[in-house]
């Protein structure tokens, strides 16, 4: 999905003011090494989309600040989304960047390439299967965006979290017995997480990139 595309380039970007640079330089001390965001499992109906980020100690320490930085960062692109604030530079960057990688694509292995093919055919025309992957639509869809964006809740979110600390009583999955623990989150942190308010500088939107060309 495009949109979904869009959305983990939001919010994995690395510049000054993102997600990424707030959670790994600006705050003292630093809370992550790494933030990325992508679709994790996609079925015929329905995708896992997810923020996976590197803890430091500090981080893991105060992993519940770091979840309310993802949710103020999803709440305040939401706002942005709502208001038609994002520029037209965004949409025209991914297209030329897809047109780029389509030109220049390397030789595929067959068998990939069917599978690939084959999973498109009752989705675009026949003469579109190839490069349907790589075309974006002349504007942004808004309101799509803005439903996945309402679809990212604190209620619907599976939070993972690993911690070399071991846990009393923990159960053990059956292959290799590692220990693991299943609990909902407490209402009162689901509510600070819906609450969650955005840094001074946390940026939604980055610049445009000088480095994307204009024409090829």
Known sequence: NKLLRLLSALGGQEGEGSLSWLLTQRLEPPLATS???????????????GVSITLTPDGLARHEEVARHV???????????????LPDYLLSERRMMSKLAFDFAEQPEP??????????????????????????????????????????????????????????????????????????LP????????KATPHDELVVVPPPNPYVPDDV
């Not at 933030?35 to 989309?49: F, G, N, P, Q, R």
């Not at 209402?187 to 819906?194: K, P, Q, R, V």
């Open 35 to 49: 933030v990325s965001c992508s679709s994790l499992y996609s079925l015929s109906d329905a995708t896992v989309w």
């Open 71 to 85: 949710y103020a960062f999803i709440q305040t692109l939401s706002h942005t989304v709502r208001d038609g604030a």
């Open 111 to 184: 068998l990939p390439l069917v599978k690939a093919i084959a999973s498109r055919m009752y989705l675009h025309e026949p003469d579109t299967l190839l490069s349907a992957p790589y075309e974006w639509d002349d504007a942004i869809d808004l309101d799509g965006l803005q439903s996945v964006l309402t679809a990212l809740t604190p209620e619907s979110a599976l939070m993972l979290l690993v911690d070399p600390t071991p846990i009393d009583d923990a159960a053990k999955e059956p292959w290799y017995g590692t220990p693991y623990e299943l609990a909902p």
């Open 187 to 194: 209402d009162a942190t689901l509510a600070s997480f819906a």
